[in-house]
Nanobody
Framework: QVQLVESGGDLVQPGGSLRLSCSAS????????MGWYRQAPGKQRELVAS???????DYADSAKGRFTISRDNYKNMMYLQMNSLKPEETAVYYC??????????WGQGTQVTVSS
């Protein structure tokens, strides 16, 4: 079992930045897949970025060049630095983890609203 808690969601203006954090309830060093997903109203949940246990990142095309995913296996944390945010990126952002892709464990989500 892995319990995940996201934080860092907020209201931000277009072009602004946010850093999301995900805290895990157990040691994550052996967890193969960790990722950030988002779900906007009326849309399917989609992958934003993922990172494997040896810290190889992968990004959705929409996130490349603007978002950075990282994980700290000693602190049991994962992060998503988001820059140059767009209104269409307003969504609930979810942390995901597990030994498959996507992982079996989800957080409750954190709301990101990009609006002026």
């Amino acid at each position: 079992q892995v319990q995940l808690v996201e934080s860092g969601g907020d209201l931000v203006q277009p072009g602004g930045s946010l850093r999301l954090s995900c805290s895990a309830s157990r040691n994550i060093v052996s967890i193969n897949h960790m990722g950030w997903y988002r779900q906007a109203p009326g849309k399917q949940r989609e992958l934003v970025a993922s990172i494997d246990r040896v810290l190889n990142p992968d990004y959705a095309d929409s996130a490349k060049g603007r978002f950075t995913i990282s994980r700290d296996n000693y602190k049991n944390m994962m992060y998503l630095q988001m820059n140059s945010l767009k209104p269409e990126e307003t969504a609930v952002y979810y942390c995901n983890a597990g030994w498959e892709n996507p992982g079996a464990y989800w957080g409750q989500g954190t709301q990101v609203t990009v609006s002026s």
